[in-house]
T-cell receptor, first 113, second 114 residues
Framework: QKEVEQDPGPLSVPEGAIVSLNCTYS??????FMWYRQYSRKGPELLMYTYSSGNKEDGRFTAQVDKSSKYISLFIRDSQPSDSATYLC?????????????FGSGTRLLVRP | KAGVTQTPRYLIKTRGQQVTLSCSPISGHRSVSWYQQTPGQGLQFLFE???????NKGNFPGRFSGRQFSNSRSEMNVSTLELGDSALYLC?????????????FGEGSRLTVL
């Protein structure tokens, strides 16, 4: 079993839809949770960053962390064609004597005009 | 503020050759990490350098190596290239003061091995 599971998609939605992207994880030691967006032929860019449980909102984007369920989500409101990209979840924490950062495999999102 | 710069952007090599990739981090960032990205395996961590020292290492064979210079610029080298080394190699920088996962990625070097 992978430490971080993410549905690869693709997820296709019409413009204006609310998008929900999710990841599950197995290691309760993760403390920091990130969402990265990667456009085709580009490097990933940090979209959202949260520490521990709770919600964080930034414009049309909301990141949610539920540590009790080991589940994180990214919601995109009023989705736009420009949101079409691959979204990678990532999580990190100190484990034993070393630091660990793990990325999900990414969910490809297509927003249709 | 300039972003992370990676060179070359594209390169083609043949099996058995070696390759060196370069990364210039964001000014002031002292940590540089390298990742390999392939469709099948996703983002795989290669190694991280902080202040010229390797701080973390992933599970890659010894053919993959790296170094960091005093100006924080980093290079990674792959020797005896194999077909399976074809991938997008991404460099990411961070301030490095604490390991939180806030990384700033370059656009990558796309390596094709024939």
């Amino acid at each position: 079993q992978k430490e971080v599971e993410q549905d690869p998609g693709p997820l296709s939605v019409p413009e204006g839809a609310i998008v929900s992207l999710n990841c599950t994880y197995s290691n309760s030691a993760f403390q920091y949770f990130m969402w990265y967006r990667q456009y085709s032929r580009k490097g990933p860019e940090l979209l959202m960053y949260t520490y521990s449980s709770g919600n964080k909102e930034d414009g049309r984007f909301t990141a949610q962390v539920d540590k009790s369920s080991k589940y994180i989500s990214l919601f995109i409101r009023d989705s736009q064609p420009s949101d079409s990209a691959t979204y990678l979840c990532a999580m990190s924490g100190q484990m034993d004597s070393s630091y660990k950062l793990i990325f999900g495999s990414g969910t490809r999102l297509l927003v249709r005009p | 503020k300039a972003g992370v710069t990676q060179t070359p952007r594209y390169l083609i090599k043949t099996r058995g050759q070696q390759v060196t990739l370069s990364c210039s981090p964001i000014s002031g960032h002292r940590s540089v990490s390298w990742y390999q990205q392939t469709p099948g395996q996703g983002l795989q961590f290669l190694f991280e350098y902080f202040s010229e020292t390797q701080r973390n290492k992933g599970n890659f064979p010894g053919r993959f190596s790296g170094r960091q210079f005093s100006n924080s610029r980093s290079e990674m080298n792959v020797s005896t290239l194999e077909l399976g080394d074809s991938a997008l190699y991404l460099c990411a920088s961070s301030s490095g003061r604490t390991n939180t996962g806030e990384l700033f990625f370059g656009e990558g070097s796309r390596l094709t091995v024939l």
